[in-house]
């Protein structure tokens, strides 16, 4: 796997540099830990359960990153707690629902989930601790967001997601409160103003149901027994039952219902955009960017893509790699948005029942996008290389160059 991932970057020679930066950057985090054993575990941690958020966090100020990096992996046991179906609900509810509690208790543990997911469950007094030292307005937003989030999930359950508002209410809950957690810390680091609360919910619907889509199979296959969250609503539109997606003989219908529920989560990228015009401190404005764009994109990746249903859907590395280095500010933002529903919008086909309401809010993303009249060529593609090897082994040389300079610091 590893093999193939270098082969596709090395085919795109515009993606090798900031694969390059994006492995720098990797080795300085860990020479960043720090000394104390509960943050060395928290940092340690996150890298374990999420690479790309612990590579995006970094540029935050000191204060501001330990808070962050303690309400993520807050709500990620929390998260741990509610994915893990192998506990009973009479048992996963009560914890839940008592989690806000949990956090100021260093001798607190609960043991579930797998692999790192269980370190960090049964190792959660060192998060408590790191907790306990953060200011208290981190305590008090981290607190709130943990409580709401808590009750949401248990609330859902014994639900099932039904309707549309049932998909928004559950996104809500589990991602929209993290857009109104962070936008807190950062108001509450003074560097920024707080946010609209619908803004900031939409950050997190835009991403959560993003993962939802690109998780399809993923979550179907969940052992012992499927969590799934998209709305009846939309699935039974096309098929009686949500796992007949899974079968080959179903992959029309299955690609139609997959470009409903991407056209759903579009509604939510013009509120994105909004938001992030409005921060004023880079650092924040690039923890909040690269996350946006990475959804953007994943959405015009799976759009009419029957993959989704057959296996692991997601953006290359070497592109990834490329939005990471490349978003410094709106301009940036703009165009990837730009790029990325164009792509989009090339794969619309006018028989799909959603054709019309997906192309309008693709053209309103883009009208968005265009107004300010900051648009570079950014070139994003989804597809194989358009370079020649003679192009690659240039490119080749010029990075062996660059490591070589690079390591000789």
């Known amino acids: 796997m590893r093999v193939r991932a270098a082969m596709g970057a090395l085919s795109r020679p515009e993606e090798v540099l900031a694969l390059v930066k994006l492995r720098v950057a990797a080795g300085q985090i860990k020479r960043q830990i ?49 994915d893990d179906t192998s506990i009973p609900a009479e048992v996963k509810v009560p914890i839940l629902q008592e989690f806000n509690h949990h956090i100021y208790n260093r001798d607190w543990r609960y043991s579930c989930g797998t692999n790192h997911y269980k370190v960090l469950m049964d190792k959660f007094h060192h998060v408590s601790t790191a907790f306990l030292e953060l200011g208290q307005g981190y305590q008090k937003a981290i607190e709130e967001v943990t409580r709401r989030m808590g009750a949401g999930m248990a609330k859902f359950i014994c639900k099932e997601v039904e309707t549309v508002g049932d998909y928004d209410e559950y996104c809500h809950y589990v991602a929209g409160l993290v857009g109104y957690g962070l936008s807190r810390l950062f108001h509450a680091a003074g560097t920024e103003d707080l946010a609209p609360d619908s803004l900031s919910n939409s950050m997190g619907l835009f991403l959560q149901k993003t993962n939802i889509i690109r998780d399809y199979l993923e979550d179907i296959n969940e052992i012992p027994k499927s969590r799934m969250f998209w709305p009846r609503e939309i699935w039974s539109k096309y098929a009686d039952k949500l796992e007949d997606f899974k079968y080959e003989e179903n992959s029309e219908k299955a690609v139609q219902c997959l470009n409903d529920m991407v056209t759903n989560a579009l509604i939510h990228a013009e509120d994105c955009l909004q938001y ?18 990475m959804a953007i994109g994943t959405c015009a990746l799976c759009y009419n893509n029957v993959n989704v249903f057959r296996g692991v859907v997601k953006m290359r590395r070497g592109l990834t790699a490329r939005v990471i280095d490349e978003t410094n500010s709106m301009s940036d933002v703009y165009t990837a948005f730009y790029e990325f529903s164009s792509l989009l919008e090339s794969k619309i086909d006018y028989s799909d029942p959603n054709a019309a309401l997906t192309r309008e809010r693709v053209d309103s993303i883009k009208q968005t996008c265009k107004l300010p009249g900051l648009l570079k060529r950014r070139g994003y593609d989804l597809d194989r290389s358009k370079y020649n090897p003679m192009l690659i082994m240039v490119v080749l040389l010029l990075v062996a160059i660059v490591l070589g300079v690079l390591y000789a610091k």
């Open 34 to 82: 720090p000394p104390e054993e509960h943050w060395a575990f928290a940092y340690s941690m996150l890298q374990k359960v999420s690479r790309s958020f612990a590579l995006v966090i970094q540029q935050l100020g000191p204060e501001l990153r330990n808070a962050v990096c303690i309400f993520y992996l807050v709500l990620r046991a929390l998260d741990t707690v509610e």
């Open 276 to 293: 992030m015009s409005a921060l004023k401190d880079n650092a924040i404005f690039r923890f909040c960017a690269i996350p946006q764009i």
